[in-house]
Nanobody, 124 residues
């Protein structure tokens, strides 16, 4: 069982930056692909970014590519999401997620493990 705890959310103005962090409890953290999703009330959950277990592969949603950067530290068991040039439409609850493998199921049923979420609000 992987436990994920997000931190770093908050209220910022458009154009600002924010860094989210996710701490994982699992000793085999380095074997998991890690990602971030976001959700606005009343809307479907949206994939944001994923980083493979080795850190060598990263993939982003078109809406955040070039502004967000996902990274991980397999010693500290953390995965971060650096968010720059934030827009009001980035406002959402951001969730950290983990699974043994990244694949199409991430976009259907979703990854196996989830954090509790952290609120990001971007004002215009």
């Amino acid at each position: 069982q992987v436990q994920l705890v997000e931190s770093g959310g908050g209220l910022v103005q458009a154009g600002a930056s924010l860094r989210l962090s996710c701490a994982a409890s699992e000793r085999t953290f380095s074997s998991y692909d890690m990602g971030w999703f976001r959700q606005v009330p009343g809307k479907e959950r949206e994939f944001v970014a994923v980083i493979t277990w080795s850190g060598n592969g990263t993939y982003y949603a078109n809406s955040v590519r070039g502004r967000f950067t996902i990274s991980r530290d397999n010693v500290k068991n953390t995965v971060d999401l650096q968010m720059n040039s934030l827009k009001p439409e980035d406002t959402a609850v951001y969730y950290c997620a983990a699974d043994s493998v990244y694949g199409r199921h991430w976009f259907v049923s979703g990854p196996k493990y989830w954090g509790q979420g952290t609120q990001v609000t971007v004002s215009s």
